[in-house]
C-alpha cells in the first residue's frame, strides 16, 4: 500500500516536471531559441520513454499512476504557462 502511494505520488511529481519543461520547450521553439529547444526536445524524449516504461510496467495500479501522470501534466502546464521565460 504505502509503495503504491509512494509510486503514484512520485508519477504525479514526474508529470508536473515533464510538462513544465514540455510547456518550456514549446515556448523556446515559438521564440527560435535552437540551442534550449533542442537540448528539451532530448530531455522529454529520454525521460517520457522511462516513464512510459515505468507504467506499463506497474501491475499494481496502472490506471493510478497514469491518472496521477495526467494530473501533474494538467498542474505543470498551467504553471509553466505562468511563468515568464
Do not use: H, P
Not at 15 to 28: E, H, R, S
Not at 35 to 59: C, E, K, Q, R, Y
Amino acid at each position: 500500500m504505502t509503495r503504491m502511494i509512494l509510486m503514484i505520488i512520485a508519477v504525479f511529481v514526474a508529470g508536473f516536471l515533464m510538462d513544465v519543461i514540455t510547456t518550456f520547450y514549446t515556448k523556446a521553439v515559438a521564440k527560435n531559441r535552437i540551442g534550449l529547444a533542442t537540448l528539451l526536445s532530448g530531455v522529454i524524449t529520454i525521460v517520457n520513454f522511462g516513464l512510459i516504461a515505468l507504467i506499463m510496467t506497474d501491475t499494481t495500479n496502472q490506471v493510478g499512476t497514469i491518472v496521477a501522470y495526467g494530473a501533474g501534466n494538467t498542474l505543470g502546464t498551467f504553471t509553466a504557462m505562468k511563468t515568464k521565460i
